[in-house]
Each structure stands twice: as C-alpha cells, then as structure tokens.
C-alpha cells in the first residue's frame, strides 16, 4: 500500500526533503493507482521492470512484492540516498543515481531478453527520454503516468492536432490502449496539471524508424500545416528525395499535410527507402 498524505508528510519531513516541483516530485498516495498500475503491465515474478524516478519508494516496494527485479533511475540526491537505503535489504533493487536521460534504463543490462516499463514519469522529461528508449531494445509493455497533454500527443491518431512524430513513433511500435485519467488528488503534492495513466503494449511485428527518418520525420512536424511535398523538396536530408519520389506509389498526396498522413503511410515509406 502508498504511503498515505499524512505519512507521506512524515517520511519527507523525516528526511528532511521539501517535494521539488521543478523535478516534478508528486508523490502516489493512492493505493488503486499502484495496483492498476502492476495489472496493466501483467507484472509477475522474475520480470525485469525499468521504473523512472523511484522517489518515496512508493511503486517500487508493490513492484518488489511482486517479485519483479527493479532497474530504477532517482535523480534526486535525497531521494538516491532513501532509496539506496531500502536497496540495502533488497537483492532484486538496483538503483542508478543520475538522471533518466542519461540512463533512460537504468542498469538493465543490453542483454536481457524482455523487460517492462512500469513509472510515474517525471513530466518535464517524458518526451525526451521516451525518444531515447525507443533507440533501444524495446520494452514489452510500459505503464506511464504521464502529463495529460503527452499522453494525448502519445496515443494522438492522424488528423488530429495533437498527432507529431512521437504518436507516429509509438503507434509504428506499439498497441496504445485508451488512458485513464487520475486525479490530482492521488498525488501529493497534487500536480498543477492533468495526469493520465497509458499502456502501450509492443506489437508483434513492432516497426522502429531509422535514426535518419525520425529526424527527417520530427523536421517535417515543425511545419504540420505545409504540404509534405513542398517540405521533402526543401529538406536538405537525403532521405527526403527519395521519400519525394515514392509519395504517390505509397498512397500520399503531394499537397497532404503532415498530421493528416496516418502512421501506416510514414512506415510505406521508409521501407521504400531501406
Ligand atoms: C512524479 S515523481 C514519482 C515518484 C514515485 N515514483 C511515486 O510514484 O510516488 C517523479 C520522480 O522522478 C524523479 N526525477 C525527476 N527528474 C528526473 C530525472 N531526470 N531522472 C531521474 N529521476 C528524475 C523525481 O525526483 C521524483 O522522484
């Protein structure tokens, strides 16, 4: 079970520690979030689990109960030093000091064979660190709480103003179930803006853009409301004459904007490219 408001309280008074908001320190108190949490990802014994931001330790003992080997990431000194001191007792914690986009997955190491995601995110760095993370191998499943707004550009479909090149990204890789969203209330401090929780479950053929056309791709959604062909024209990238050439045999037209486009459309082409 979290830690409740008051106990909360206790514990951050204990240590002596004020909740930063600039490092987005909302804490869980609300024990159906943890559990919804751990039964979205299907967390069972022996899973490798990446949590983002441990804090209080809240997500991490449930994970722990659950028998799941923890790889997680605390930038927070204070907090480090909390969380190393359960890690003490605890074979299945490993903890990296730092910041998550350094070590968007902490110490797993490159060889596992699968792994999930389970965290309350940081939400100044969710974006960021999800387009490192998907450089890597991909996860099996990742349960995010995330900012409201990034779990709507995340899980965005085309023809929608929140759709860009994270949504193309994700949904390229990913089945995105519909979020829930969470109330400030089971935070404290109660974050000044909306949460939401998502899961994205890998697919089985999950397709991941080559570093060159994610580029090409995120360059391309600084202008959403130009025409694809007008942009590839004016790119510089190499990929983008070739994209310039296959538009019309992949079913894009030329005078289509970028956030029309769906997903499957941004994949044609760059397997026209490979
Ligand atoms: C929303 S709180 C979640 C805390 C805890 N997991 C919970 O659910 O109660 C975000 C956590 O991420 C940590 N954090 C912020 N920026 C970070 C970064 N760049 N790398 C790693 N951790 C970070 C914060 O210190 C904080 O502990």
Redesign the pocket.
Known sequence: M?LSPSQTRELLEQLGHRP?KQ???????DGNI?RKSLELANVSSGDHVV??????????RALLEKGAIVHA????PK?GDHIESIAQDEANLHLVK??????PLGDLPSDIGDYKIV???????STP?MAVVLERQLPSVMTL?LQKEAAQRYAAKSGTKQFGAISIFLHAAFDILPGHDVSGSC?YPK?DVGSTLLHLRRKSDPYRFSPESSQLIRDIFQQRRKQIASLLRKSKSDTAKVWLGKLESVGIEPNARPEQIETKLWIALDKEQS
């Not at 990431?73 to 927070?76: C, I, K, P, R, T």
């Not at 730092?98 to 070590?103: N, R």
């Open positions: 979290p930063r490092l987005g320190q909302n804490f869980l108190i943890v949590e983002i931001g441990p804090g209080l330790g809240t997500l991490t990431v605390e930038f927070d907090l730092g910041d998550a986009l350094d070590h965290a309350n995110l940081p939400y100044a760095i660190w709480m935070f974050p």
